[in-house]
Each structure stands twice: as structure tokens, then as C-alpha cells.
């Protein structure tokens, strides 16, 4: 249950996931994207068996919260076989992610559930916040928009992951251009708010927090967790309702995306916000916990994510 005393500025020691080096690099990236678009996709996921091997050894701590992460998930002890999958799953995502970005979308086996609630809003022209976690692909999302030219995806997001994300995105393909909001700035929310009024999307990530950010404490697979807050109370202080999404990876070529009318924040009482706060984030996380049930392989976060 959430803890509301534990919660918002509760330290402000950095999360784990921010305080670990990246291991990718711009020449990295240049190289795998040179190997997977020269060879194809099937020698290249080829080279993912050795890489997933090197991790696996060398990679202790994360070798520890994969670990840590699928005795919740499996509901036993993992064996080697799931670390090896687990690992294998994100590098198979980060591969694809290339070959998205280089508009070879059609080359995917790429099944959509709830459609019909984005395409109602859209007919409508009614902004919305599009909110995931790192589970899965979002790149497969994206392509999705661009193939059914949907409105453009606004990515809500704190400048230093931007700046991170759109470094990678360079390596794989120089003319992307990410249409990213930077949170903390005097004017994000004005940004943010004119991109709904348009009846474009806002895409956020709500199961990672940054130190100084509102958190609050909640229980996630039967452990107190932290999540921030932000995404929640951007919605209510801006009206709009919350879609869930999920682009989850199945294995070979074939991907799941899943939308979900979690809630809608449009027309609040003073006197109903802190429930309908309470009510979202706790929808919020039963519905990361059904997804990864139902893919325990998808969840990306690799790092004591109940530190």
C-alpha cells in the first residue's frame, strides 16, 4: 500500500539507475547499427548469443537484479536459462530498435490490443498522456504512430535523459528528430499543454524517479518500491486522461502493444484528487504486474529496482 509519509522529497540520494555509468556508447551503437542493417537481422541476432554470454558473467550486480527481479516474477528460483533470456530479450529489443528506426516496421509481426481507445481520442482530437514503464519496446510504439500517422508522440522526459536518448538515437540514424518536452524548465508545463490542446500525445515513464522528484513508496511484487509521482499529478493538474501502454516483445519477430484507459483526470473535485492520485498509481502498478506475468522476460530495469 502506499506510504504518503515516506513519500516526495524523502532523500535525495540519486537513484541507482541514474548513478550507474552508461555501458553504450555513440561508436558502439554506430557499430551494431553498421552490423545489423549490412548482415540482416538474423546474423545479426546471431551476435547476440556471445554478448548476453559476456554480460552474463561479468555483469554482477545486474546479474543480481535480474536475479532478485524474476524470484517475484517466476515465483521460484531462476536457473540460469531465465537470466540468459532475460538478457537476451532487452538485447533483442535494442536490436529491433534499430531496424524501427530505419523504417522497416513492415518487417514485424506487430499485434495491437485497445487501439480503438487511441483512435478515439484522435477522431475526437482530444490530447492525451500516454504513460509506460521500461518494459518492453516504446520504440515499437513510435512506429506504430508513424506507420498509422497518428499524432505526433511528445516524449515528457527530464533534459539529461534526453540529451542521452537522442545520442543514441543519432548513432542509429542522423536524421531522427525526437520531439521531446524537457521537464524542469519554467516553461515545460506550457509546452506540454499546448501539444495536448493540438490533440497530440504526451509519453511519459513512470516507474523511474530522479532525487528531488515526489515519490511515493508502494508495494510492487510483495516489496516496497519508489515511484515518482510527476506523471500522475502532470495529468490532474492539466485535465487529461491516463492511456496505458505496452510494447511487448513475444519473441522472434513478433510484438504485443497493449493500450489501456487507466484514468481519466478531467473534471476532478478538490476533495476527489488525492483518491484519484491513490487509485491511478495503484492501477498503475497491478497493470505492470499483470504484464509481467504475463512476459516476465520484458522488464528492462536492470538494477535493484526495491533498493
Not at 539507475?17 to 549490412?38: K, Y
Not at 506487430?110 to 483512435?119: A, F, L, T, W
Not at 540529451?163 to 543519432?170: G, M, P, Q
Amino acid at each position: 500500500m502506499r506510504h504518503p509519509g515516506d513519500s516526495d522529497l524523502a532523500g535525495r540520494k540519486e537513484p541507482e539507475w541514474v548513478a550507474r555509468p552508461e555501458r553504450s556508447n555513440t561508436l558502439a551503437m554506430r557499430c551494431i547499427v553498421w552490423v545489423a542493417l549490412g548482415l540482416g537481422r538474423a546474423p545479426a541476432r546471431l551476435l547476440l548469443y556471445p554478448i548476453c554470454v559476456y554480460f552474463l558473467i561479468f555483469s554482477v550486480k545486474t546479474r543480481a537484479a535480474s536475479r532478485k527481479y524474476l524470484r517475484k516474477v517466476l515465483a521460484r528460483e531462476p536457473r540460469i536459462a531465465d537470466l540468459f533470456r532475460h538478457y537476451h530479450t532487452f538485447a533483442a529489443t535494442i536490436l529491433d530498435r534499430v531496424f524501427l528506426l530505419n523504417d522497416r516496421y513492415a518487417d514485424f509481426d506487430v499485434r495491437v490490443h485497445g487501439k480503438e481507445i487511441v483512435d478515439g481520442m484522435n477522431a475526437h482530437g482530444e490530447g492525451c498522456f500516454l504513460l509506460g514503464a521500461h518494459l518492453g519496446s516504446f520504440e515499437i510504439i513510435r512506429a506504430l504512430g508513424r506507420e498509422t500517422k497518428v499524432p505526433p508522440i511528445n516524449l515528457v522526459m527530464y533534459e539529461e535523459n534526453a540529451h542521452k536518448l537522442n545520442s543514441v538515437l543519432r548513432a542509429i540514424n542522423p536524421d531522427l528528430a525526437l520531439q521531446v518536452i524537457a521537464l524542469g524548465k519554467v516553461d515545460s508545463m506550457l509546452k506540454v499543454e499546448a501539444a495536448l490542446e493540438r490533440g497530440e500525445f504526451a509519453g511519459m515513464l513512470g516507474d523511474r524517479s530522479i532525487a528531488g522528484e515526489g515519490t511515493v513508496k508502494h508495494d510492487f511484487f510483495g516489496e516496497q518500491a519508489t515511484f515518482p509521482l510527476g506523471p500522475f499529478r502532470i495529468a490532474m493538474l492539466l485535465q487529461r486522461p491516463i492511456v496505458l501502454m505496452f510494447g511487448l516483445y513475444h519473441g522472434g519477430k513478433r510484438y504485443d502493444i497493449h493500450f489501456e484507459l487507466l484514468a481519466d483526470m478531467r473534471r476532478l473535485e478538490r476533495s476527489q484528487r488525492e483518491l484519484a492520485l491513490d487509485r491511478a498509481l495503484t492501477g498503475y502498478l497491478e497493470r505492470i504486474e499483470h504484464y509481467c506475468r504475463l512476459y516476465p522476460y520484458n522488464w528492462f530495469n536492470f538494477y535493484d529496482f526495491w533498493q
